[in-house]
């Protein structure tokens, strides 16, 4: 495993930081926990392999590390094979390499991401492992702008949570120059995916023109900000959906509908969370339903003037009979 390149007996504080933030992310699992650890090659995920396999040693975790090939660049399993070596050196006791297949319609980024979670789930499956993923606060400082951007309401300006489910995310609390320095201090290679850099993708164009302006108008501070409100809108966010599972349970007919009096008369947020929650559980994809087909819906309940059904997506419909919102897969 490398070592500080730095002043011999001396830790860099980044590669404490990034050690200390894994242990306390992880703090309440037992030894003999099953870890994996979602490794792309970059800076972010190769500094949290190298805590993890430092951390695990102390805690007693078994951990590995899954390296998700896309497939969609020209040797990209050849650049998967040269990652899962690198996390060999650092340690990691089991490395393992998945190729998996993108769906060629809808956006690249929700596909790549769908596919990536796909896998990683079924990685972790058969010893309930939890897995680790690399996110910064700069990554959650881009999540929050492009949830504004699509008008999406408090759960999409909550940005990503620390913990959700089997994931877990430790290095939200630390910016990307903390992960690139442990690297650079541990003498880590790492990969630099040229999809980074291409603009065809809405979070490339945040982390390269719209966050450095608001950087430039605003001051440094921006980012820390950013990721500060995430974490208040999530607060919020997590009661209202509390309460709006309530609703949706006393507005639920049992079959598939929605009894219209329980939903009018409940306030405006409460109303649409259980509303998008009907939607999803008819199978229309979280990552497809926005604001506006939620708008779309609500206007069955408060304009209702005999229209035809919405389609929404994943095949999924809503139409109004009578007293109920009925949501049915095509």
């Known amino acids: ?70 497939a969609l660049q020209p040797g990209s399993a050849a650049v ?41 789930e079924r990685a972790a499956s058969d010893d309930d492992a939890v897995v680790l993923l690399g996110h910064t606060r700069d990554d959650q400082a881009e999540t929050v702008l492009l949830g504004l951007a699509r008008g999406s309401g408090s ?16 290095l939200l609390e630390l910016g990307r120059v903390t992960t690139r320095r442990t690297c650079d201090a541990l003498g880590i290679e790492v990969w630099d995916d040229p999809h980074n850099a291409d603009r065809r993708f809405a979070r490339v164009r945040v982390r390269h023109g719209a966050l450095p302006a608001l950087k430039e108008a605003l001051g440094p501070g921006v980012v820390e900000a950013l990721a500060r409100t995430a974490t208040a809108a999530r607060h919020d966010a997590d009661a209202l959906d509390l309460l709006a599972d309530e609703l949706y349970a006393a507005a639920c007919t049992g079959d598939g509908g929605l009894r219209v ?21 008819a199978g229309s994809p ?24 919405i389609d929404l997506p994943g095949r999924v419909s809503v139409a109004r009979r009578g007293d109920v919102l009925w949501f049915a897969a095509g």
């Open 261 to 281: 009096a329980a939903l009018v008369s409940a306030p405006d947020a409460l109303r649409r969370r259980a509303l998008r929650l009907a939607a999803l559980e």
């Open 155 to 170: 759960r999409s300006l909550a940005g990503m949570a620390p913990v959700q489910g089997r994931y877990r995310r430790p």
């Open 286 to 309: 979280a990552g497809e339903l926005f604001a506006r087909h939620v708008d779309a819906v609500e206007r069955l309940l408060t304009h209702w003037h005999g229209q035809a059904a």
């Open 1 to 70: 495993m490398p070592s500080d390149r730095r002043t011999p007996g001396r830790l860099d504080p980044a590669v404490a930081d990034v050690r200390r933030a894994v242990r306390t992310a992880l703090e309440d699992l037992e030894p003999g926990r099953c870890l994996i650890v979602a490794c792309s090659g970059g800076a972010d995920s190769m500094a949290l392999a190298a805590a993890t396999v430092f951390e695990g040693r102390a805690a007693g975790w078994l951990a590995r590390a899954v390296v998700v090939d896309h």
């Open 80 to 120: 998967a094979a040269l990652v899962a070596s690198r996390l060999r050196a650092l340690g990691m006791s089991e490395v393992g390499v998945v190729e998996v297949e993108v769906a060629p319609h809808g956006s690249p980024e929700a596909a790549a991401r769908a596919a990536r979670y796909d896998a990683l």
